[in-house]
């Protein structure tokens, strides 16, 4: 079946320092992906997406990557603030369809 | 320009109980997603309103069931209620009939069963 996971459940990060959030996905069919952030008590809130006819999308202090090839996406954040600390999701939809399938979740601290 | 919004935030029931969750849709978006979200675990998918209709549905029980209304708001109605329904309840609107559309969530419905 499905699924989508991450290689760590937990990464602690020097303000200021990039970030980088591993993600593993199993299904091919997979042609569109999502990075949430996740702040406590509240819902996910979109970062960037991207889909499978790109390699890299950048948007402000972040970068995804898109490797099909071994199946993986990774979430760049460039000079880490106190504010990036939250749990960060990376989840997929295989073409067609609508819903979305999300991993366990990294979850970011940033060290002051 | 509003977010998503649901109610209540938070709501406190007893076994066998029914529950109604209620979702706005951010502005300008027709399709509602529902998921469940466990303590520590990523969301999980119940289904999808789209023109009124149950688009997509995960892997839940009939004891799941939801509307769309014309104003693209929808309920998610849980009947019998468990321990295990125990749960954040997150509502995602998105826009366009299409698939790969950003779906974009609320702050969610904490559900505790007693």
């Known amino acids: 079946g499905e699924s989508v996971g991450l290689h760590l459940p937990t990464l602690s990060v020097q303000e200021g320092d990039n970030s980088i959030i591993n993600c593993a996905y199993s299904?091919?069919?997979?042609?569109?992906f999502i990075w949430y952030k996740q702040e406590s008590g509240k819902g996910p809130q979109f970062i960037i997406d991207?889909?499978?006819?790109?390699d890299k999308r950048q948007g402000q202090r972040v970068t995804v990557l898109l490797n099909k090839t071994v199946k993986h996406l990774s979430l760049q954040i460039a000079a880490t603030q106190p504010g990036d600390s939250a749990v960060y999701f990376c989840?997929?939809?295989?073409?067609?369809?609508?819903?979305?399938?999300f991993g366990a979740g990294t979850t970011v601290t940033v060290r002051a | 320009d509003a977010g998503v919004t649901q109610s209540p935030t938070h709501l406190i029931k007893t076994r066998g109980q029914q529950v109604t969750l209620r979702c706005s849709p951010k502005?300008?978006?027709?399709?509602v997603s529902w998921y469940q979200q466990a303590l520590g675990q990523g969301p999980q998918f119940i289904f999808q309103?789209?023109?009124?209709?149950?688009?997509q549905r995960g892997n839940f029980p009939d004891r799941f069931s939801g509307h769309q209304f014309p104003n693209y708001s929808s309920e998610l109605n849980v009947n019998a209620l468990l321990l295990g329904d125990s749960a954040l309840y997150l509502c995602?609107?998105?826009?366009?009939?299409?698939?790969?559309?950003?779906?974009?969530f609320g702050d969610g419905t904490r559900l505790s069963i007693l």
């Open positions: 995602a609107s998105s826009a366009g009939q299409g698939s790969n559309q950003p779906q974009h």
């Open positions: 991207i889909r499978s006819n790109m």
């Open positions: 299904n091919s069919a997979s042609d569109y």
């Open positions: 309103y789209y023109e009124e209709e149950e688009r």
């Open positions: 502005s300008g978006h027709d399709t």
């Open positions: 989840a997929e939809t295989p073409s067609g369809d609508y819903k979305l399938s």
